[in-house]
């Protein structure tokens, strides 16, 4: 059983910038892959970002490319999403999530086992 519990979400004007971070529970925790959801409500989950276990892979939706960077800490068992330059159209829930399945940088939320319960990112104009 992983758990996973998010932080970092807030209230922030355009143009600003946030990091979430990931604490995860588990022993392997180098050995997830460790991606980055979110939901606006009414609407489907929506990939972010992923990261491989070493973290030298990462993986990126076209609408946060150069935008949002994924990264992780295995020593603090933790994975953070910086996000720069945010817009209105990114406030969602941002959820994370572990995929205990090998070493696919996958966009599905269906490759991921665990996930946070989200943390709320407002990005106002």
């Known amino acids: 059983q992983v758990q996973l519990v998010e932080s970092g979400g807030g209230l922030v004007q355009a143009g600003g910038s946030l990091r979430l971070s990931c604490a995860a529970s588990?022993?392997?925790?180098?050995?997830?892959?460790m991606g980055w959801f979110r939901q606006v409500p009414g609407k489907e989950r929506e990939f972010v970002a992923a990261?491989?276990?070493?973290?030298?892979?990462?993986y990126y939706a076209d609408s946060v490319k150069g935008r949002f960077t994924i990264s992780r800490d295995n020593a603090k068992n933790s994975v953070y999403l910086q996000m720069n330059s945010l817009k209105p159209e990114d406030t969602a829930v941002y959820y994370c999530?572990?995929?205990?399945?090998?070493?696919?940088?996958?966009?599905?939320?269906?490759?991921?086992?665990?996930w946070g319960k989200g943390t709320l990112v407002t990005v106002s104009s």
């Open positions: 999530a572990a995929s205990l399945r090998g070493m696919v940088l996958s966009a599905l939320p269906g490759a991921y086992d665990y």
């Open positions: 588990g022993r392997t925790f180098s050995s997830y892959v």
């Open positions: 990261i491989s276990g070493s973290g030298i892979s990462s």
